[in-house]
């Protein structure tokens, strides 16, 4: 970038640990209760990247994130590790939104807080694994992308070279700003919050607005549950229905039982 | 906008707790249902309750009529003149579906000279192929891609458009999905057609694979999905009659410098496809050292199959990472699947469930490996695989 710094806009969210999350045996709901709320780690790699590009070629790192209330915590996190301010939008009307409807809302925060250069996420995020997100702001910003990005190799002038993961290997391309990137784990080794950051961020130091939908601009109908065009109508717990013949007993025994059915069904 | 319950009408039974997807019910001291905050008036619960107990304030969402789009489509994937195997798995799920709403099946194939592939999605289930034919299609990008599929999609209007959840479909379906303005499902591991309002039924894991999602899209066409490689079934039909239809495609320069490809560098070393094997003996935390996976490959020599592994093994260095089979590695579906001390996680059993005959070997009876499996042998499996092994030779 010459003559003007950069402007990058970081989208995090805080997800469940869900490698913590246990089924109700009896029930078979989700045991939500104690469960830790963390930075999506993708995204903790999205927030390294937009630090170290503005280390190198100066600028500023704006963090923007969707969720409830403590959704502050991760926003308040990535300002400790270098952002420098941070939005989060919040607001009842969000809940129940699907990609559509996550997509809109944060498009619509991305212009409001002035567009920006460089848009960077997570690829995806470890509750939901749709890797959606990133695209469709792309798409509705009408911005050039890049999914899967593992290496960033320069900015040149008004265009950024990067490495994506692609079905050959990877692929090193270069897009013209504004552009947005999804990123993998391999991209970079994210360093840790400071403190005195942490504090900043808590005590109000640091700045963090809170939009809700009229912010926006956003009518209720067009957020969340009511603004989305997928509906989870059920959830269950995965089961198969196989019913399965268990050998014991000595391992020779077992095996050879074993070995009679693998033979009986030609798989051997 | 809320739902609340009558507690007079409420009995305490819990079914509307299993039916919310938003885990926003639980059960208070006073044995009565109650809604907590983080409902999203989804109205799941209110068909659940049997005693309508639970009310809402919510007015149903109408439904557009949709009875002009019709057709499953899937987008074919290509590279340098080869299909993806995903391409031919989803047309076996599309020509099931298509079967099932008396429709008819199409192929989308974007490319450079692809035509001799026509004949392979025919002979997979495809009654008219759509060839977007144009030298700047040869490789991937995502603009460009997005460009030249939206019109066709815009002019004949499927009902259903299935895409590979390949790196390069999992970058072009959601751009496309914005781009026709409908909803997305990504990675489903199960389709299927609803009875009564015949639309599409995404099924999908959730929370990292803890529990299934079932997902619609009542709002918007084409309902689009996105399917992980390795999970449908081809399904062959040789002989069958199709349609080639080529359709011109204009790409404009200031669009190709969009994404300006600067050099594609091969992954080193031999690429293992896990998804091709007929056969694939896994191992998991049970196998406890590399020296036990040694074993493994001893038992996959003699019947010809593949060696695999869970998270845990992958992370113990036991075995390398492009052999991880899970939610979190490859998802396969071979004739023949021997897990070997893998507890079964669900987060595994996502990335196998589907394989033809499923053998588990663990010394604990109650691991949920043997609940999916068809043959089990409860045991140690430093004993059980090499006379295994033994016993095959």
């Known amino acids: 970038m010459t003559g003007k710094k950069m402007r990058i806009i970081v989208l995090v969210k805080q997800v469940p640990d869900t490698t913590e999350i246990k089924l109700n045996p009896k029930t078979g709901s989700l045991e939500r209760e104690g469960v830790k709320s963390i930075l999506n780690p993708d995204d903790r790699h999205a927030v390294e990247a937009g630090i170290r590009l503005k280390e190198e070629y100066g600028g500023t790192v704006t963090v923007l994130s969707m969720g409830p209330e403590q959704a502050i915590d991760v926003v308040s996190e990535a300002l400790g590790m270098g952002g420098d301010a941070g939005v989060l939008l919040t607001d009842r009307v969000f809940a129940g939104a699907d990609t559509w409807a996550t997509s809109t809302t944060l498009g619509l925060a991305i212009r409001k807080i002035g567009s920006g250069d460089l848009i960077i996420c997570g690829r995806q995020a470890i509750d939901g694994d749709t890797a959606q997100i990133g695209p469709q702001v792309a798409e509705m910003l009408n911005l050039n992308q890049a999914t899967s990005v593992c290496n960033i190799h320069a900015v040149e002038g008004k265009k950024i070279i990067v490495s994506q993961r692609c079905e050959e290997g990877f692929k090193k391309v270069r897009l013209p700003l504004p552009a947005l990137l999804t990123v993998t784990d391999e991209l970079n080794e994210p360093r840790y919050p400071l403190v005195s950051s942490l504090l900043d961020a808590c005590s109000g130091s640091l700045p963090i607005q809170c939009w809700n939908a009229a912010d926006l601009g956003l009518q209720a109908s067009q957020a969340g549950l009511e603004g989305s065009l997928t509906q989870v109508i059920k959830t269950f717990s995965p089961k198969s229905g196989r019913d399965g013949e268990l050998f014991s007993g000595d391992a020779k025994t077992a095996v050879a039982n074993l070995v009679e059915r693998l033979r009986s069904h030609q798989l051997v | ?393």
């Not at chain 2, 309002?197 to 619609?216: D, H």
């Not at chain 2, 399904?235 to 190709?256: N, T």
């Open chain 2, 1 to 393: 906008m809320s739902t609340w319950i009558d507690s007079e009408k409420c009995n305490g039974c819990g079914r509307c707790l299993k039916t919310c997807p938003y885990g926003a019910i639980e059960m208070g001291s006073d044995d009565k249902a109650r809604i907590l905050d983080n409902c999203v008036s989804c109205g799941a619960c209110l068909e659940s309750c049997r005693q309508g107990a639970i009310l809402t304030d919510v007015q149903p969402r109408s439904i557009p009529d949709f009875s002009r789009h019709r057709d499953v489509w899937v987008i074919a994937e290509q590279q340098h003149g080869e299909l993806h195997p995903v391409t031919l798995e989803l047309l076996g799920k599309a020509r099931e579906l298509a079967d099932i709403l008396g429709q008819t099946v199409a192929a989308l194939l974007p490319g450079d000279d692809s035509a001799s592939l026509a004949e392979t999605l025919v002979n997979h289930g495809a009654d008219r192929v759509f060839l977007l034919r144009h030298p700047d299609l040869r490789d991937y990008r995502t603009v460009v891609y997005t460009d030249a599929i939206e019109p066709v999609v815009r002019e004949h209007r499927p009902a259903i458009l299935l895409i590979g959840a390949t790196l390069q479909g999992r970058d072009l379906a959601p751009r496309l999905a914005r781009r026709l303005q409908t909803g997305l499902t990504a990675d489903c591991t199960e389709l299927s057609i609803d009875e009564d309002e015949k639309i599409l039924l995404q099924t999908r894991p959730a929370f990292g694979g803890n529990v299934m999602a079932t997902i619609a899209c009542r709002y918007s066409r084409p309902q689009m999905a996105t399917v992980r490689p390795g999970v449908m079934a081809p399904v062959c039909l040789p002989g069958r009659d199709g349609v080639v239809v080529e359709i011109p495609v204009a790409v404009s320069p200031d669009r190709l410098q969009a994404e300006d490809v600067i050099e594609t560098i091969r992954a080193a070393g031999k690429k293992i496809s896990l998804q091709a094997a007929r056969a694939i003996v896994a191992g998991g935390r049970g196998m406890g050292s590399a020296a036990a996976f040694a074993e493994l490959e001893k038992l996959a020599a003699v019947i010809g199959a593949e060696v695999a592994g869970t998270r845990i093994a992958v992370e113990n260095d036991w075995i390398a990472a492009e052999r991880q089979v899970g939610q979190t590695g490859q998802t396969v579906r071979p004739e023949l699947y021997i897990a070997c001390g893998i507890s079964g996680a669900v987060q595994h059993r996502a990335g196998m469930m589907n394989s033809r005959y499923i053998i588990a070997v663990n010394k604990d009876p109650n691991a949920p490996i043997f609940k999916i499996a068809d043959w089990g042998i409860v045991g140690d499996v430093h004993q059980v695989i090499p006379e295994l092994t033994a016993q095959l030779q």
